[in-house]
C-alpha cells in the first residue's frame, strides 16, 4: 500500500488535475487507515469533479472514521442525490445516523441497504442493533434469524441472537 501511494504522488507531479488519481490515492489512504490523508485526497478529487457520488461516498466513511458525524451525513446524502445508490451508502448513513440517536431514521437507512442487498450479514446485524436501541428485540431476532441462516459460523450472529431473545423473555 504504502508503494501504491508512491506511485499515485509520482504521477500527481505530472497530472495535477486527474480526479481517478487522487480518487484512488483516497482509496489507499482509506486502506492505510489515514483518514485524513483520505479526506484531503476526495475533497481536491471532488474539486475537479463534485459530481461523482462515489467520491462523496468515500470522503463520508473516511468522514465517519474521524468523527465528524454531520459532514458524513452531508456527503453520502450528496452520494445519493447524484444517484449513487451503492447499499455501502445507505448502511454507512444508516450507522452515522445510529451514532447520532437517530434510530428510526438508521433504522430506514437500513432497511433500504438490506432492499439492495437482503443476504448481507454486515447490514442485517447494523439493523438489529438498532432494533435493540428501540426496544425491539423481535425484528432483532428475526434479523439474526436471517443472518444466521446466510453465515451459520458468525459468532456475532448468534451472540446478538441470544442477547435479542433474553430481552424478549424479560
Not at 435493540?132 to 425484528?139: A, C, E, K
Request: proline share 2%; glycine share 4%.
Amino acid at each position: 500500500l504504502d508503494e501504491a501511494v508512491d506511485v499515485f504522488s509520482a504521477v500527481l507531479e505530472h497530472a495535477k488535475n486527474d480526479r481517478l488519481v487522487y480518487e484512488s490515492r483516497g482509496l489507499v489512504y482509506q486502506d492505510l487507515r489515514l483518514h485524513v490523508k483520505a479526506v484531503d485526497d476526495f475533497t481536491t478529487a471532488l474539486k475537479i469533479d463534485q459530481h461523482i457520488g462515489e467520491n462523496h461516498y468515500h470522503r463520508g466513511e473516511s468522514l465517519l472514521r474521524l468523527g465528524d458525524l454531520k459532514n458524513a451525513i452531508l456527503d453520502f446524502k450528496a452520494a445519493l442525490d447524484l444517484n449513487y445508490a451503492d447499499p455501502l451508502v445507505f448502511n454507512a448513513r444508516g450507522m452515522t445516523k445510529r451514532a447520532l440517536g437517530h434510530f428510526d431514521e438508521a433504522i430506514d437507512d437500513l432497511t433500504d441497504a438490506l432492499q439492495h442487498a437482503p443476504e448481507n450479514v454486515e447490514f442485517l446485524l447494523n439493523r438489529s442493533l438498532c432494533f435493540l436501541d428501540v426496544d425491539d428485540p423481535g425484528s432483532a431476532e428475526q434479523d439474526m434469524h436471517d443472518a444466521i441462516a446466510v453465515n451459520s459460523r458468525d459468532y456475532r450472529l448468534h451472540q446478538r441472537r441470544g442477547e435479542a431473545r433474553l430481552l424478549l423473555h424479560e
